[in-house]
């Protein structure tokens, strides 16, 4: 069971935008940095953003993260279809001391 | 680039141990500020964190499996392993090995990448 919660599904046209919100605790998001992860079934789960809100290299800036408190929140601007995927935040509980991710949210292009 | 792939056996009996390794290749296993993880993905759930592991020796594991599990590496072969005791039907997921960042500041800094692609071992008999 995940300590950190987000919403099971979000969706928007093309060229929306979505947010994803992670909501978490002290221990955890409050404490630490975080990081995103996009997963489309069947492949390797890609890192989109580290730390809150750095992205990799080519990675596109229609990415974007950021954290407020116990809150984590990945913000995708100009959707495209191949956004469609998994997305998970994770960062590092310093009460249970093991890494943790998200309940995962399913992004849905209309 | 750096790639990781996942290896072994598919079908894992209950009560046995399930024994994956990862090859890592356009890089070494040896680089200071990195630690190398495993995660898992039940059919139809979220990611878990399983472990991770530095090359130096330090390891940390998720309490849940931590009774159950050894990751290992070996710097002379570029891979590092995962084992996994007294497997379950519970112990059913697709495996991913990855890169893993780990560094402490005004908090602890924990990413994983890149990623394997995952392979999907079952536990039945």
């Known amino acids: 069971q995940s300590v950190l919660t987000q919403p099971p599904s979000v969706s928007a046209a093309p060229g929306q935008k979505v947010t994803i919100s992670c909501s978490g605790s002290?221990?955890?998001?409050?404490?630490?940095?975080v990081a995103w992860y996009q997963h489309l079934p069947g492949s390797a789960p890609k890192l989109l953003i580290y730390d809150n809100s750095n992205r990799p290299s080519g990675i596109p800036d229609r990415f974007s993260g950021s954290k407020s408190g116990t809150s984590a929140t990945l913000a995708i601007t100009g959707l495209q279809t191949g956004d469609e995927a998994d997305y998970y935040c994770g960062t590092w509980d310093s009460s249970l001391r093991t890494g943790v991710f998200g309940t995962g949210t399913k992004v849905t292009v209309l | 680039q750096l790639q990781l792939q996942e290896s072994g056996p598919e079908l894992v009996k209950p009560s046995e141990t399930l024994s994956l390794t990862c090859t890592v290749s356009g890089g070494s296993i040896s680089g200071s500020s990195y630690h190398w993880g495993w995660i898992r993905q039940p059919p139809g759930k979220g990611l878990e964190w399983i472990g991770s592991m530095h090359y130096s020796g330090g390891a940390y594991y998720n309490p849940s499996l931590k009774s159950r599990v050894t990751i290992s590496i070996d710097t002379s072969k570029n891979q590092f392993s995962l084992k996994v005791n007294s497997v379950t039907a519970a112990d059913t997921a697709v495996y991913f090995c990855?890169?893993?960042?780990?560094?402490?500041?005004?908090?602890?800094?924990?990413?994983?990448?890149?990623w394997g692609q995952g392979t999907l071992v079952a536990v039945s008999s």
């Open positions: 990855a890169r893993r960042y780990a560094a402490a500041s005004t908090g602890v800094h924990n990413w994983f990448g890149p």
């Open positions: 002290s221990s955890n998001v409050g404490d630490n940095y």
